[in-house]
């Protein structure tokens, strides 16, 4: 998925953004990847910190990885999982944030 910004989102792509963090497993390993930064987690460190282990783990990072949240490197004998798409989750949300109260007959209520 390509990286876009907030006024270029279309529903289409904001959906299956959020698809993809449609999972409480899912939105705990991306929290998990956040919190760690751009220097990443091993898979197995990612699995102890989000609770989250084994083929659970690996289906939730490849859906995650799909959406464009989230890259797996290999290092050696680790896998390194790291959250990449900090301006893509700033985008959903402005995705949202954006149209807040723009039809509404109350003025000042804008957020966007």
Known sequence: MKH???H???VE???STFAALGS??????????VRAGPVGLTIGTLGERAGVTGSTLTHHMK?????????????GRSI???A???D????????????CCADSDQPGHRHG
């Not at 409480?24 to 990847?33: D, F, H, N, P, Y």
């Not at 893509?88 to 149209?99: G, M, P, T």
């Open 4 to 6: 876009i910004i907030a």
């Open 8 to 10: 270029d989102l279309s």
């Open 13 to 15: 792509i904001a959906a």
């Open 24 to 33: 409480e497993q899912r939105l705990a390993v991306l929290r998990t990847l």
């Open 63 to 75: 859906i995650l990885a799909q959406a464009g949240l989230v890259t797996q490197t290999k290092q």
């Open 80 to 82: 390194i999982c790291a």
């Open 84 to 86: 990449v798409a900090y």
């Open 88 to 99: 893509q989750v700033r985008a959903l949300s402005n995705f949202l944030l954006n149209e």
